[in-house]
């Protein structure tokens, strides 16, 4: 990831876009003094902040509050589109340290217009103060609706050997008894740490987990459906398709179709999805 050795906040510009083609990287835990709206325009990144982890296919963004500790990853190619904003810029913030939400049309296309306008910009364009002073104002808008797609995090060394146990075998060999071999733990014990730790069970950590891999396969070049639900674990394309309809209020044809033209499905229009399934 060339471009991130950039020192963010010491670009004299208050506000800019940074790109980069990325290959499949793992960067660091870090933090920002500035505000980060964090979006890939091809491929899917990977967000993890203190007790939380997020996929960032390309209709899906993340709001970062300045100074929030973070790590991203890639699994496969991916096209980053980043904007740094000095808190003073954005006049009314996102709630919470990190907020994911889906990306409306027109911000997507802020997005990308974004880009002409590097860290090497001049800090004094007219043009660029106002285009990204607009920007922030819409942020609180965009981010109003956050979509919960995402893992939680281990805060105890057993606890993450079981989620990095179960995270290695989505395609179905993961068992509880597994996971709790791996922690060390009795199967009782970590089901109760998970409750406790993670907030949410074992099996709806795995399903969770195949369903948000299921996202990232279908959002990769000639990504197929059938293979996809083998690959997450599932015997059945039916079942596939009706667990992810319910998880993502669409089916996972349609999904892949969107991403691939480039197209985002706006909040509303998913919970009605949703609701018109009995969800």
Not at 95 to 112: K, Q, T
Not at 158 to 176: I, N, P, Q, V
Request: proline share 7%; with cysteine; charged share 25%.
């Amino acid at each position: 990831m060339p471009k991130a050795l950039v020192d963010v906040d010491a670009v004299p510009a208050s506000a800019f876009c940074l790109t980069d083609e990325l290959t499949p990287f793992a960067s660091g835990w870090h933090a920002h003094r500035r505000h980060q709206l964090l979006y890939a325009a091809r491929g899917a990144l990977h967000l993890e902040v203190a007790h939380a982890q997020w996929l960032l296919p390309p209709q899906r963004a993340a709001w970062l509050a300045g100074g929030t500790r973070h790590r991203v990853r890639a699994a496969q190619p991916a096209t980053l589109c980043t904007v740094y904003l000095e808190p003073s810029r954005v006049p009314v913030a996102p709630e919470g340290e990190c907020r994911v939400f889906v990306l409306p049309p027109l911000a997507r296309e802020m997005l990308h217009y974004s880009t002409r306008w590097g860290p090497e910009r001049a800090p004094r364009d007219a043009v660029a103060e106002s285009f990204f002073s607009a920007l922030a104002h819409l942020l609180a808008e965009w981010a109003a609706e956050p979509r919960e797609w995402r893992l939680p995090r281990a805060r105890t060394p057993e606890l993450e050997r079981a989620m990095t146990y179960t995270l290695a075998r989505l395609a179905g060999s993961a068992t509880l008894a597994g996971a709790a071999k791996a922690a060390g733990l009795s199967e009782r014990t970590l089901a109760r740490r998970f409750e406790d730790e993670a907030g949410t069970s074992w099996r709806r950590f795995l399903h969770d987990a195949r369903m948000l891999r299921a996202m990232e396969l279908l959002a990769e070049d000639g990504a197929r459906v059938t293979q996809t639900a083998y690959t997450v674990g599932f015997e059945s394309l039916a079942a596939f398709t009706h667990a992810f309809t319910d998880f993502t209020g669409e089916r996972p044809r349609d999904f892949r179709q969107r991403v691939a033209r480039g197209v985002t499905l706006p909040p509303r229009a998913a919970r009605t999805t949703r609701r018109k399934r009995g969800g």
